[in-house]
């Protein structure tokens, strides 16, 4: 950066006056927008590079962070299963010229830099940036781009902000192509948002239950849960766009998307295009998703068996993982997470937390999953099952803990198939189908999930069951009147090979010709839950959506 931009930076924050606004820079390739001396965002004039990424992702010319007035930060940089996705950005993975072909969007070939900073203002009525950079490839600018960007005051719970980007071919005309792969269409103006649970995406005011590409739209939002709080991040063209949204984490409006007739748009010198898109960030209030759950007790009295059961149930957070863990449960509960009633559907899940009848990992296994399914206008009841007593001198004994987990194991299965039998019997309180009510586990509660299955009766059976990374019973036989299944395992779980566990339950359903789905893939370990680690597994709650979908469970109930 030069020193006049530096300068430049520095009195448009010193000239701002009654401005809520101030431009910092901070000399590393960063200028950061202040209001009211809190972070706005950050535009990135000057080369990035993440820590642990690779060299040949360094970038520049975008905005991360972004924060809602409340200080959410809703974009992510450098995702591992996306290293090139950064914040809010604009690329094409075709750019063309007549030397060669690019991509501006994977970083290969061709790259953005700051030629200057033309003005950074900070006014009462607003803050502008106004940059010019160049695209260079083949050892030449190819490109001018020049990004106007306006923030306006808070209003509400609400930032808003304008992009105009102008992009102007100098010695030659450069072609813009969105992806090439059939059926995609990314390419163009997009955001990566950071991790989070309880994910709605929504254009043009309809929810959108499916990953769309080469929709025409006006806007498109993404809506999550950023730990304990709520945000959307809104993008609007304008005009109407074809758009690529994921529910992994990403929205872009995609230009000049793809139809018969339109394959890609030519820039040519002395012709620039203007490109324009406002963005509303937006904290929200969290009553989308409950965030204190209604507590139902799972019996009416003391759970049946273990009536003398008297120790106290224990939370701890591993230091090295923080995995919230719940432990001693003697009194089983279901936690409700029930959907806005603007998306709700009428389908339910009884999700059961794994921790190998020891712990509940409640979190990435239970309450983010119930957060997810309510993005889906699926009702959620997370169950806190019966476990093993730990804690005490015997919980060193190998021999005593095994024969706890074999008399504790009933107990969870009972309370599984209790778990059916109250949320099936309360389904008109909570707008519920009868017949649409299913189970879900993970590991151990994999375990569970597949033995009510198994075993159940009449008000106990689910109608569905979604056994994830589960331990399988010792016998898989199933009932004539066994539900459909779905199953997701990792090829590399060290834990509990998908080979003895999830195929196993596969091959018994399918030689009882009843349906079942299985997916293994290739990396993923164990215990993923909810969590991405840029790993084949992250995509299983798109299977599972899927899935969900061909049943029609998400559609209304009637």
């Known amino acids: ?19 809520p606004f101030a431009w910092k820079d ?3 390739g960063r200028t950061e927008l202040l209001e009211k001396g809190r972070t706005a965002l950050v535009y990135n004039y000057g080369p ?8 040949d992702r360094r970038r520049c010319c975008y905005i991360f962070p972004l924060f809602t007035p409340a200080g959410v930060s809703v974009l992510d940089d450098f995702p591992k299963d996306h290293w090139h996705h950064r914040g809010i950005f604009w690329a094409w993975p075709v750019v063309e010229t007549r030397e060669g072909k690019y991509d501006l969007w994977g970083l290969q070939g061709v790259a953005q830099r700051l030629e200057r900073i033309v003005e950074a203002a900070a006014e009462a009525s607003s803050a502008r940036l106004v940059v010019e950079n160049g695209w260079y490839a083949g050892g030449h600018r190819i490109v001018r781009e020049t990004l106007r960007l306006t923030v306006f005051p808070t209003r509400g719970e609400a930032r808003e902000f304008e992009a105009e980007l102008r992009l102007e071919a100098l010695d030659g005309p450069v072609t813009l192509r969105g992806s090439p792969d059939s059926g995609k269409s990314y390419g163009g103006f997009s955001a990566r948002f950071a991790p989070r649970t309880g994910t709605v995406l929504r254009a043009d005011g309809a929810v959108l239950s ?5 929709n025409p739209h006006r806007w498109a939002e993404l809506e999550g849960s950023y730990g304990p709080r709520r945000a959307v991040l809104r993008i609007t063209a304008d005009s109407a766009n074809q758009w690529c949204v994921r529910h992994y984490g990403f929205v872009g409006a995609s230009f000049p998307g793809r139809t018969e007739t339109v394959q890609g748009y030519t820039l040519e010198p002395g012709k620039p295009l203007t490109l324009r898109f406002r963005l509303r960030a937006a904290d929200l209030a969290a009553t989308a998703f409950a965030t204190e759950p209604k507590v139902i007790p799972l019996w009416p009295g003391a759970a049946p068996g273990s009536e003398g059961w008297n120790y106290e149930e224990t939370e701890i957070i591993g230091p090295k993982d923080t995995i919230r863990r719940i432990g001693n449960v003697t009194r089983p509960v279901l936690l409700a997470y029930l959907p806005d009633a603007s998306l709700a559907n009428g389908t339910a899940v009884i999700v059961c937390p794994g921790g190998g009848f020891r ?8 309450l983010d999953v119930a957060h997810w399914l309510n993005s889906m206008g699926v009702a959620a009841f997370v169950l806190k099952y019966r476990l093993i007593r730990t804690g005490d001198a015997d919980e060193k004994d190998p021999a005593k803990m095994a024969e706890r987990r074999k008399a504790a194991i009933p107990f969870a299965v009972a309370d599984g198939q209790q778990a059916i039998r109250l949320v099936r019997s309360r389904a008109a309180e909570w707008g519920l189908a009868q017949d649409r009510i299913g189970i879900m586990g993970f590991s151990a509660g994999g375990y ?22 589960p331990a399988a019973p010792d016998d898989v036989s199933p009932p004539a009147d066994a539900p459909p299944l779905f199953l997701v395992h990792a090829d590399d ?3 509990l090979a998908p080979l003895n566990h999830s195929i196993r339950l596969y091959a018994a359903w399918k030689e009882a010709k009843i349906p079942a789905e299985l997916h293994i893939y290739s990396r ?9 680690a840029g790993l084949p597994s992250d995509t299983w709650t798109d299977r599972f959506r899927d899935w969900l979908d061909v049943q029609g469970l998400l559609k209304p109930a009637r």
């Open 1 to 19: 950066m030069t020193r006049a931009a530096v300068l430049l930076l520095a009195a448009a924050g010193a000239a701002a006056g009654q401005s």
């Open 26 to 28: 901070h000399r590393d």
């Open 48 to 55: 990035q590079l993440r820590e642990g990424a690779p060299e």
């Open 210 to 214: 499916k990953d769309e590409d080469l």
């Open 359 to 366: 712990i509940l990992a409640i979190d990435h296994e239970g």
């Open 448 to 469: 569970l999930a597949a033995a009510v299955a198994l075993r159940h009766d009449p008000g106990s059976r689910p109608d569905f069951a979604a056994p994830i990374y």
């Open 493 to 495: 779980d060290r834990t």
């Open 524 to 532: 993923g370990g164990h215990g993923f839950g909810m969590r991405k």
